[in-house]
């Protein structure tokens, strides 16, 4: 069965160092989402990602977080001048090809995430 | 904010079937139901999703009540390796003017006893 898979499962990074998420998306999918996970809260939305542009973000998604998919098969995550609050563990996903309809209703598919540590 | 309710935690019995409730009073007529669950740290497992009829996979049933303001998850015979956090989350699908970005709750931590 095709999976997201998500580069590296673990990054330490010392505090003010730019980071780089890499996550290969499920092959014939169109929309790519970013989410976090603070240990011990909520998975957050970051931002979604369609037809090479960002479609929608959030509050969390500020000056300092980036996001490019570099080739046909890449999206990236890329976090600038880290904080120690950036700690989290970053979660990919991707979701359907559009339909006839041009309606997507199929689920999204997470990666198993980034462990990212800001020391 | 999250526009679901659940129930911080459930036990079931190994074999036994568990059923997941989920409040969602607020639904708008564009938004389905769906069901993920994660397990220690990974990332979010979909289980299933619906808009207004029951489902079946593989993994799971989900019952939707006709006004669609909440729904049940039911995993038939629950085995150790259901022990999970499970969320309920409602969300309009991707496309059109919609992202399909899902809104996490604190979900329900099922935890299934041998």
């Known amino acids: 069965e095709p999976e997201v898979t998500q580069t590296p499962s673990h990054q330490v990074t010392q505090m003010g160092q730019e980071v780089i998420l890499r996550c290969v998306p499920i092959?014939?999918?169109?929309?790519f989402y970013w989410y976090r996970q603070i240990l011990g809260q909520k998975v957050e939305f970051l931002v979604s990602?369609?037809?090479?542009?960002?479609?929608?973000k959030s509050e969390i998604f500020d000056d300092q977080f980036s996001v490019e998919r570099p080739d046909g098969s890449n999206f990236t995550l890329k976090i600038r001048s880290t904080k120690l609050e950036d700690s989290a563990m970053y979660f990919c996903?991707?979701?359907?090809?559009?339909?006839?309809?041009?309606?997507?209703?199929?689920?999204?598919?997470f990666g198993d995430g980034t462990r990212l540590s800001i020391l | 904010d999250a526009k679901t309710t659940q129930p911080t935690s459930m036990d079931c019995a190994e074999g036994r079937a568990a059923n997941l409730p989920c409040n969602h009073s607020?639904?708008?007529?564009?938004?389905?139901v769906y069901w993920y669950r994660q397990i220690h740290s990974q990332g979010p497992q979909y289980i299933i999703h619906?808009?207004?009829n029951n489902e079946t996979n593989e993994m799971a049933s989900l019952i939707i009540t006709e006004d669609r303001k909440s729904s049940t998850l039911i995993l038939p015979h629950a085995t150790l390796r259901d022990t999970a956090v499970y969320y309920c989350?409602?969300?309009?699908?991707?496309?059109?003017?919609?992202?399909?970005?899902?809104?996490f709750g604190q979900g329900t931590i099922l935890t299934v006893h041998p």
């Open positions: 990602f369609y037809n090479n542009e960002i479609s929608e």
């Open positions: 989350i409602v969300s309009s699908f991707a496309g059109g003017t919609s992202y399909g970005k899902l809104t």
């Open positions: 996903a991707s979701s359907s090809p559009i339909t006839g309809t041009g309606k997507v209703n199929q689920p999204q598919h």
């Open positions: 607020t639904i708008s007529g564009n938004e389905y």
């Open positions: 092959s014939n999918h169109l929309y």
């Open positions: 619906g808009l207004k």
